[in-house]
């Protein structure tokens, strides 16, 4: 199989959990087996609802802007900005939000790639 390129532009976006995410590499755009790789392109106020991941465990990697992320059943929260990166482990209850004045882009690697 050969190496994909894709460009942040050029991927398609979705609405999931209440946030617009950019779809890069999965099982269902190029054949990816054991991870997903998705980014969250979030304007001020915007995020992703609450939701936890039953078979996955999650990375958050911030490229830029800033953010408030909670997590676990007590909603523990914890900020986030430029290279910062968050593990999740799998069954763990996480949100996020952009608490900044700028755009804020998180990279979200799940493996294995099932959802």
């Known amino acids: 199989m050969p190496v994909k390129k894709m460009n942040f532009a050029g991927t398609e976006v979705k609405q999931i959990l209440g946030g617009s995410i950019r779809i890069f590499f999965t099982k269902e755009t190029v054949g990816t087996e054991d991870l997903t790789f998705v980014m969250g392109d979030f304007v ?7 939701h936890a991941h039953e078979t996955q465990e999650e990375v ?3 490229v830029s802007g800033t ?3 909670w997590y ?3 909603n523990k929260e914890t900020p986030i900005g430029p290279g910062i990166a968050l593990w999740i482990p799998r069954g763990e209850t996480h949100s996020v939000k952009n608490t900044g004045d700028e755009q804020l882009v998180i990279a979200f690697f799940l493996a294995p790639g099932d959802e």
Request: charged fraction near 25%; proline fraction near 12%; include cysteine.
């Open 44 to 50: 001020p106020g915007e995020g992703l609802e609450p």
């Open 67 to 69: 953010g408030m992320v």
């Open 72 to 74: 676990g059943e007590d």
């Open 60 to 62: 958050y990697y911030c």
